[in-house]
């Protein structure tokens, strides 16, 4: 089958339609990737203020890249693509800024620091138990792909209530190449047994569009509920939806 054949028509054409395998990205395309960063960003303040006596939140949000009108995180920022080692040490850098001895600082982060809470901050971006189930009436298989780690990425699945209608998962410390490789969507594939042509990915980044072309997707599809812009997005996908909700119709 041409490539040609497997663009999704843009015309509310069933976007579904010959996908037996339907994989999503996590953050910012199942749960609020500002929510959960900006959240993280705040907490952090809030614990770094009590251990030096500053009001630091805005010196936090503005190395990190959190607008502080909107809450929304800057998808060219630190948070959106920074290992978490290299955030600390700029956070360390914010707090002696402001004047707190270099020493004093770096122990004051230590004491203030630590993993997004995956549960408390996870703010799903639909109803995901119903959507998911509604999903799983058209497409046999629902997999997720996620640059974040295992232990929190089961932690939120549970929480969320879609642990259990999932097939498929691969996470960042599996020990496969990480996006924009087609490695993730090809070991699911491999996993439940379905071919890369009967495969869709849902996405919020271009990263995670340019792993389901690479993998030789069916179908690539867009949403704008996380870090990428609508232009950046369409000249990846075969369509793009505002949010995961947009997949069924309601
Ligand atoms: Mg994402």
Redo the contacts with the bound molecule.
């Keep these: 089958v041409s490539a040609e054949a497997h663009r999704a028509p843009t015309d509310g054409a069933d976007l579904l339609e010959g996908v037996d395998l339907l994989v999503f990205?996590?953050?910012?395309?199942l749960i609020d990737?500002h929510a959960m960063w900006g959240g993280w960003v705040l907490d952090l303040a809030t614990d770094l203020d009590r251990l030096t006596g500053i009001e630091l939140s805005d010196d936090l949000r503005a190395v990190l890249g959190v607008d502080r009108a909107t809450g929304m995180v800057d998808p060219h920022g630190l948070l959106a693509a920074t290992p978490m080692a290299r955030i600390r040490s700029h956070v360390v850098d914010a707090v002696v800024a402001r004047g707190v001895p270099r020493r004093r600082a770096e122990a004051a982060v230590a004491d203030a620091w630590r993993a997004p809470d995956p549960v408390g901050l996870a703010r799903p971006l639909a109803d995901l138990p119903r959507l998911f189930a509604s999903l799983r009436r058209r497409v046999a298989h629902l997999a997720i792909a996620?640059?974040d780690d295992r232990v929190p990425t089961e932690r939120t699945l549970d929480a969320l209530g879609i642990r259990g209608l999932i097939s498929g998962l691969v996470c960042a410390d599996d020990g496969i190449p990480v996006k924009p490789s087609p490695a993730a969507i090809l070991r699911l594939c491999s996993d439940v047994g379905v071919a890369a042509d009967r495969t869709a990915v849902v996405?919020?980044?271009v990263?995670?569009l340019r792993m389901g072309r690479a993998a030789g997707a069916r179908r690539v599809i867009g949403v704008l509920s996380?870090?990428?812009d609508r232009a950046a997005l369409e000249a990846v996908a075969d369509v793009v939806l505002p949010s995961i909700g947009d997949l069924v119709q309601t």
């Design positions: 990205d996590k953050d910012g395309t990737f996620t640059s996405g919020d980044a990263a995670d996380g870090v990428g």
